[in-house]
């Protein structure tokens, strides 16, 4: 009998798919990796499975990095399997081969990345001779009830409907490779011109979203603070005091942007103002009017990970993390990665079950208080099929984040953090807008003015839900009675100072990336500029993270800082004139267009042809600059050239000195390349090594091959050039002590323990932690470690506690330095290889329990 395959995305909704269809179908089966019914085969995939590579005719494995080799522009993309989802993969092929499967229904998730998914795991399927031909249906879902998936089958759509969908997704993908393969290929050549290898990564999103970054650091560096006075007065009215600030009723803005009515740009005016009014009586006027506060919208995850950010300091990768296990592990939340803040029209009574059960469940902690909220929400009847919550125009590929109808068990503390924030939006944007009386006094003395606000809440509303109490009268204004004249009891003159624009923290940077670029915090104006936001929901965390893991930005606290490389990267895009790189609204119109071709308004071929185009543009303006420098912003160091004491000024590829005049007409020839091995200087950095002659060990070096390393630098006076030279010091002082026999003092140092090897005293020496008898006149032993391994800095703690107990504290920011990526391990002492290992830690264990032993490999320095 012949069947239909149904693939899902995910297998927590092929289990629903299996579900609804049970009761009009029959049973299912269970196997490994799919359900079979007598009709149909239900399986899915767990993402993306395959990813687009070149050709393998285009593919360059020897000289990528070589403009000889540029631009790679493949008439069409082959495909490679994800490595840690082979097994997922073969499985899939196994069922869309099977010849009694004759249809396949794609039920992957309703949006661009869905299709894609379906798409590229259909195109490997394709036998190499010949081809599959099994009709195929999409199966479209907003709603995940079960009746909601049976009118889905009940409503399939063709194949030919989701051609436009299909050539967006590929596009997206496609783009991206261009892009970023040739951008970063061209940037990467043209900074390792000189020699060395610096990788410089450049992409479709990352680029503008960094752009975003150095624009806003660019405008605080430049900010050049101004004095201003603000005037406030202490007025005394029979009901008691209050304070007024000083306006001008006046005012109109113009083109100084740091201009308000209440500032006085000059002391004098501030104290006239202050001494003509002291003592004085003032005329009171006040306006009150009722206003009202709504709600904002459910939440999205990129609203959910702004406001994690800004209230717990989460970033947005921890945010997207903490969801997931709240979606998967907890099944508490919907699924998280969406960028929808509404919920389908079916499901109102969904939302209904969803309260009754938050106002039954006796929940952990301090979420136990949302039950009250959710009694109050079901006895007034406040959940109401509104617009602002339910809309299926406005549900994209999946709906808002809200709780699912499993009550949370145990949960983290931070899980429970975010799960309060989701619960507790869910519940107050039912509830009614909260009410204020908003009160605007002004008290005027002569020709002066003073200006009084107060806002009282006079019906709580959804504020509710958040903990805010109504207020009766006004408890933070005190009455004047009409016709009262008040006496100004005190000024203060205060001086002030205009500041910088913040810098962006991940919360303010998800609100750029979303409004490409425009820092918006209107919902109704985001919403609007949603289809040309820099990249998806799904997407922003790892754009923001993996430009911290290319040294681009700092996370310091909350703020996000930029680093040099990321100057010297748009100091080089705009000199080359290549912006489109750094534009966010550019490449937010991208995004648009991807949009306009899912309607069916926009040519694949079209699209491609253009970023093609611009492809080659860049490529070609990167191999044909030649100019010395690169035009930019370039800082004057404070510390004085180490020869000659003249001004020392930066330019793109190097600091030289510019002789005492600053013109270079009387340079003494000085100068160091600025991205030694691979590493741009910070300026600070510069400037100690030019004072102290040396600075390190310093993380974040690059061979030749592209592999990181850890070194200190040296400034070292050659005879033959009779200048100043940079080199690397890869602990050449040990190494020499070592064979030339020279004693080590380690009188100024304390132990940090005794040797495992020999039993002296380990101190630290160089880049490296070393046995007392390893070193010196008369080496016995030969244990050391280094102070960094792996882009891991080992603190002297830690030494001391491996060789105290014969571990170290699970350490969590080693580098692989084949995969280059993050994992977490003990450093322990291996008896039997006589050196320092890697412990891991040891799996869970799985039924049946089996002893674990924990796995050991050489930690190398």
């Not at 012949?2 to 299996?18: F, G, H, N, R």
């Not at 340079?667 to 510069?686: M, N, T, W, Y």
Request: hydrophobic share 35%; aromatic share 8%; charged share 30%.
């Amino acid at each position: 009998m012949s069947k239909t395959l149904i693939i899902a995305e995910k297998p927590s909704v092929a289990q629903d798919i299996v579900r609804a269809l049970t009761p009009g179908t029959g049973k299912f089966d269970k196997h490994d990796e799919y359900f079979e019914s007598e009709q149909y085969v239900v399986s899915s995939a767990v993402g993306h499975l395959v990813e687009i590579k070149a050709p393998d005719e285009f593919d360059v494995k020897r000289g990528k990095w070589s403009f000889a080799n540029l631009p790679v522009i493949p008439p069409h993309f082959d495909l490679n399997p994800i490595d840690k989802s082979k097994g997922r993969l073969n499985a899939l092929v196994k069922l869309i081969r099977r010849k009694d499967v004759t249809a396949i229904i794609n039920a992957c998730d309703a949006g661009r990345e869905g299709e894609l998914i379906f798409r590229l795991i259909q195109q490997y399927a394709q036998p190499a001779k010949g081809k599959l031909e099994k009709p195929v249906q999409r199966l479209w879902l907003q709603s995940m009830t079960p009746q909601a998936i049976r009118d889905g089958f009940a409503n399939l759509r063709s194949d030919k409907q989701m051609l436009p969908l299909a050539d967006a997704a590929r596009c997206r993908s496609e783009a991206d490779w261009l892009v970023g393969i040739n951008g970063t290929r061209a940037m990467t050549a043209f900074n390792s011109r000189d020699g060395g290898f610096f990788l410089t990564t450049v992409g479709r999103v990352q680029t503008p979203t960094l752009s975003i970054v150095v624009e806003r650091e660019e405008k605080i560096r430049k900010h050049v603070s101004r004095d201003y006075w603000e005037v406030r007065a202490s007025f005394d009215a029979q009901a008691g005091l209050y304070e007024g600030k000083w306006f001008d009723p006046k005012w109109k803005k113009g083109d100084d942007a740091e201009d308000r009515a209440d500032r006085i740009w000059a002391k004098p005016d501030a104290e006239a103002i202050a001494q003509a009014v002291l003592g004085k009586p003032a005329t009171v006027t006040e306006e009150s009017k009722p206003t009202t506060s709504s709600c904002g919208g459910l939440y999205d995850l990129t609203t959910l990970q702004r406001e994690a950010n800004s209230r717990f300091g989460f970033s947005a990768k921890t945010t997207l993390g903490l969801a997931q296990a709240l979606y998967e592990k907890h099944k508490v939340l919907t699924y998280p990665r969406t960028d929808s803040r509404f919920l389908p029209e079916d499901y109102l009574a969904v939302a209904k079950q969803t309260t009754e059960m938050l106002s039954k469940e006796d929940m952990p902690g301090p979420l136990r208080a949302l039950s009250a909220h959710a009694k109050t929400s079901l006895k007034n009847g406040y959940i109401k099929p509104t617009k602002k919550v339910f809309d299926n125009a406005k549900v994209s590929d999946h709906f808002a984040i809200i709780p699912t109808l499993q009550a949370p068990k145990s949960l983290t503390e931070a899980e429970a953090k975010l799960y309060d924030m989701v619960v507790k939006r869910f519940l107050a944007v039912f509830f009614p807008p909260a009410e204020f009386l908003v009160t605007t006094r002004i008290s005027k003395v002569g020709e002066h003015s003073f200006q009084t606000n107060g806002k009282v809440l006079v019906k709580a509303g959804w504020l509710a839900v958040y903990g805010k109490e109504e207020q009766d009268d006004d408890a933070n204004l005190v009455a004047v009675a009409p016709g009262e004249l008040v006496r100004t009891e005190s000024v203060d003159v205060k001086g002030l100072a205009t500041k910088p624009p913040a810098r962006y923290t991940e919360a303010t940077l998800l609100s750029a990336m979303e409004g490409a670029g425009k820092l918006i915090d209107d919902d109704e104006l985001r919403e609007a500029m949603a289809e040309k936001g820099l990249g998806t929901p799904a997407t922003r965390a790892a754009t923001i993270e993996g430009l911290i893991t290319e040294k681009y930005m700092l996370r310091e606290g909350r703020e996000l800082i930029p680093t040099a490389k990321a100057f010297q990267l748009m100091t080089l895009l705009r000199g080359l004139d290549v912006e489109d790189l750094t534009k966010p609204e550019l490449t937010g119109n991208w995004e648009y267009q991807l949009a306009e071709m899912e309607k069916g308004r926009l040519d694949r071929d079209a699209f491609m042809a253009e970023i093609a185009a611009m492809t080659e543009r860049i490529v070609q303006k990167a191999k044909s600059y030649d100019r010395d420098t690169i035009p930019g912003d370039y800082a004057t160091l404070k510390t004085p050239c180490p020869k000659c004491g003249g001004i020392v000024k930066e330019n793109y590829r190097r600091f030289t000195c510019m002789g005492k005049s600053g013109e270079g007409s009387d340079a003494c020839g000085f100068s160091i390349g600025k991205i030694p091995g691979g590493r741009s200087f910070e300026l600070h950095e510069v400037e100690a090594f030019l004072r102290d002659k040396k600075i390190g060990p310093l993380e974040g070096f690059r061979s030749k091959a592209g592999w990181p390393f850890t070194a200190e630098l040296a400034l070292v006076y050659d005879d033959e050039i009779a200048n100043w030279k940079l080199e690397f010091d890869f602990g050449e002082d040990a190494k020499k002590a070592e064979n030339d026999g020279e004693p080590v003092d380690f009188g100024g140092q304390s132990s940090l323990g005794n040797c495992p090897k020999c039993g002296g005293h380990v101190y630290e020496h160089g880049a490296n932690y070393v046995c007392e008898h390893a070193v010196g006149a008369h080496v016995t032993c030969d244990f050391k470690s280094g102070k960094i391994i792996l882009q891991q800095p080992v603190e002297p703690a830690q030494v001391h506690k491996l060789l105290t107990t014969g571990k170290t504290d699970l350490l969590e920011n080693f580098v692989s330095n084949k995969t280059r990526r993050k994992f977490k391990a003990f450093l322990a002492y291996d008896k039997k290889e006589g050196k320092v290992v890697f412990e891991f830690e040891p799996r869970a264990a799985k039924a049946p329990p089996a002893k674990k032993v924990a796995a050991k490999k050489a930690a190398k320095a």
